[in-house]
């Protein structure tokens, strides 16, 4: 079975930076996508990104391009999401997910496309 344990958050100053990792274990397959997602208190989920771990495909919501980079380390089956210029309005739970097996990231991912969750992990950005 699929897990996606998340790590990296934390409380940062406006501007600041984190970053976040998926490590996924379980995976036997490189054909699949991790997405990052995030849910504001009283707020909907939305997606950040997304990256299609077999083909390097990457995608980013309007917001936060040029701000967050993702990447992934195929030898460690981990995906990095780098966060850069965060601004209060950043503040939210983010996810991992993987679209497992033979996922794809497209401009048009949605959280629906994608089967396991992590547990989460807080970002919190103060002004």
């Known amino acids: 079975e699929v897990q996606l344990v998340e790590s990296g958050g934390g409380l940062v100053q406006a501007g600041g930076s984190l970053r976040l990792s998926c490590a996924a274990s379980g995976v036997t397959f490189d054909d699949y996508a991790i997405g990052w997602f995030r849910q504001a208190p009283g707020k909907e989920r939305e997606g950040v990104s997304c990256?299609?771990?077999?083909?390097?495909?990457?995608a980013y919501a309007d917001s936060m391009k040029g701000r967050f980079t993702i990447s992934s380390d195929n030898a460690r089956n981990t995906v990095y999401l780098q966060m850069n210029n965060l601004k209060p309005e950043d503040t939210a739970v983010y996810y991992c997910?993987?679209?497992?097996?033979?996922?794809?990231?497209?401009?048009?991912?949605?959280?629906?496309?994608?089967?396991?969750w992590g547990q989460g992990t807080q970002v919190t950005v103060s002004s």
């Open positions: 997910a993987a679209d497992y097996p033979f996922g794809a990231c497209s401009r048009y991912f949605s959280g629906n496309d994608f089967d396991y």
């Open positions: 990256i299609g771990v077999g083909d390097g495909n990457t």
